[in-house]
């Protein structure tokens, strides 16, 4: 007989930990279970240090799903790989731990523009100041001081960050400086780390495991394939063992009941497939997977949205303070770090190495340059928002790249990305039965002009301040454009070649790990898939609460929409199922 619980979450990433246990600590009487496809995080070193997260990658560990997708014109119809977090506390166990939030009018938007009463900016800040402590000032307005996720400056900045923003402070004359990027303003780099302690701030550990709710169950490594109905209610979940699924072994089907909700938390990549597998999503898709459509739903898998970024290394001189020994080093050369971590909470492995940001919009001169190809962008997005950046950069205190021809050094990079692409994509299933069959997923990378001439600009603008910090030692070559033998620009002059920038772009742009918008909040008609109380149209006691339901791009990484979206989704469940103590704000 199946198990029964009151609310069942199909995946236990960043905004499910938040919503499930707000509810499992307002209401002790509820019987919640997370299913997870991924491992536990708790108390791992490779999780809580936040200065382990490119080594992860490097590893490639099994807490990431790998996502291949077939690249468009836009990037030469390349393959790109993009992972996702695949672990308890998803993204925010594994991600680079910035702290940056986005736009006020980007989510204003998700309101007046996509028609999602209650979640604009004025709804959806007293949320994010809820979930947080912020501590580097003790009254800032924007910020909250009470919440499970500690955000800081960490304690052992680099020094190539504050030379960037000296830098950009001096060159750019009509932008100012700011202590505070994520105040909400135009003109607002902070990260979820706790300076007291040097750990990572998750939502699997501050909302899950250190709570410790008896009410509240987490199955691990059990793949959610569908979800169970009777006619169009939903009443549970079925899922295998994720072991041996992915060992290609024979999987035993296990099925929970739900009493009163099935709440899909699977991310961009795993809540449509999930919805697509249960019959829900476009007809063609469906007939060409066999499986038997209970809900015409075309928006299902479309919408794809993610940033386009790029990191161009910098050779650094000797006194440039980087983490390249912290990300590349053996065991035993990081080893020190590791023990002044465990002793002090301090150090390398305390830090990200990320610590100055500039938001950028161009400027009239620069919009001359930029021209044809962003002209409509500009006037129909951008030109009467002036909070929105159109670029985001930030220093990396390290080479990031993956050429194993780059030899052991100082390095920096200056990343940049897109903040709002134009270009969209998709993501659909192509097996009804088997959920390990590889996704039918375009990215759509620079399928839009606009997006190009973004990257060209931003590549312009990172060099010139790379050019003027005083650590700066050269281009490392292998990372930047491949200008002609014949052309007047190469690496080392200051005249660019700009069709070699963009074909830089096109070969080398890449994920940003943000991958949203697959399960749009927006009205059926226009492409959505859940309501603005997150239900599945069509269907009941169906909600998705993750960041696939992003409707539009947001300027920032993409951590803090999932802690709004996880906060939200509570509030909404709270009320609808009667439960108090749930807060719109702190």
């Known amino acids: 007989m199946a198990d029964i619980y009151d609310i069942i979450f199909a995946g236990g990433g960043a905004a499910a930990c938040v919503t499930a246990g707000r509810l499992a600590a307002a209401d002790p009487s509820l019987k919640i279970l997370v299913v997870e496809a991924g491992p536990h995080t708790r108390e791992l070193d490779h999780h809580i240090q936040p200065g382990r997260f490119f080594n992860n990658l490097l590893i490639q560990r099994e807490v990431f799903s790998f996502h291949f997708g077939k690249g468009g014109k836009g990037t030469g119809e390349r393959t ?53 402590t912020y501590q580097p000032v003790a009254d800032a307005p924007t910020h909250g001081y009470s919440g499970p996720l500690k955000i800081s400056f960490a304690q052992d900045n680099y020094n190539v960050g504050e030379e960037l923003i000296n830098i950009a402070t001096a060159f750019e004359k009509d932008h100012g400086g700011t202590t505070d990027l994520n105040d909400f303003t135009e003109e607002s780099l902070n990260k979820y780390i706790d300076i007291k302690t040097g750990r990572r701030s998750d939502t699997a550990h501050h909302y899950i495991y250190n709570p410790d709710h008896k009410n509240l169950t987490v199955l691990t490594r059990q793949k959610v394939t569908r979800v169970i109905f009777e006619g169009k209610k939903a009443i549970g979940v079925e899922y295998i063992d994720d072991v041996v699924g992915r060992s290609k072994g024979v999987t035993e089907k296990i099925v929970a009941k739900a009493s009163r909700l099935v709440v899909l938390s699977a991310g961009a990549f795993g809540s449509p497939s999930i919805l697509e597998r249960s019959g829900i999503g476009a007809a063609d898709v469906l007939k060409k997977n066999g499986v038997q459509q209970l809900v015409d739903l075309p928006g299902v898998g479309e919408n794809y949205m993610d940033h386009n970024v790029i990191f161009p290394p910098y050779n650094a001189s000797e006194d440039a303070e980087t983490m390249d020994l912290a990300f590349r080093g053996s065991a035993a050369e990081t080893e020190p770090f590791a023990q002044q971590w465990i002793k002090e909470g301090k150090g390398f492995l305390a830090n990200n190495g990320i610590d100055g940001a500039i938001k950028l919009r161009p400027s009239a001169a620069e919009l001359k340059t930029m021209s044809p190809d962003f002209d409509e962008r500009w006037k129909s997005y951008y030109e009467h928002r002036p909070d929105k950046p159109v670029m985001l950069m930030a220093t990396m205190a390290a080479y990031v790249g993956l050429n194993p021809d780059v030899p052991r050094a100082k390095y920096f990079s200056i990343a940049y990305f897109s903040a709002h692409p134009a270009s969209v994509g998709h993501v659909h299933i192509t097996s009804g039965t088997d959920s390990y069959s590889p996704l039918d997923f375009g990215p759509g990378f620079l399928e839009n002009p606009a997006d190009v001439a973004i990257l060209r600009w931003a590549y312009k603008r990172a060099r010139e301040l790379a050019r003027r ?73 169906l909600k998705i609460a993750d960041c696939s339901i992003t409707p539009g791009n947001v300027a920032a990484n993409t951590y803090s929409t999932a802690i709004a979206i996880g906060e939200k989704a509570a509030v909404i469940i709270a009320e609808e199922i009667g439960i108090e103590g749930v807060n719109t704000g702190p």
Not at 87 to 95: D, P
Request: glycine share 10%; proline share 4%; net charge neutral.
């Open 80 to 132: 790109h790989l993009v992972p996702s977090g695949r672990a308890v506390g998803g993204g925010s166990a594994i991600n680079f731990a910035m702290y940056m939030r986005p736009a006020a009018s980007d989510y204003d938007d998700w309101e007046t523009v996509h028609g999602n009463k209650g979640w604009s900016s004025k709804e959806l800040i007293p949320l994010l100041k809820k979930a947080e």
């Open 469 to 541: 910090m005083k650590y700066y030692r050269g281009e490392l070559v292998v990372g930047h454009p491949q200008f002609s033998k014949n052309s007047a620009a190469v690496t080392g002059n200051e005249i660019e070649d700009d069709k070699a920038i963009d074909e830089y772009h096109r070969q080398t742009v890449e994920t940003t790990w943000h991958s949203i918008g697959t399960c749009a909040m927006k009205p059926r008609e226009k492409g959505g898939v859940v309501d603005s109380k997150l239900n599945v149209y069509g269907v009941t006691n």
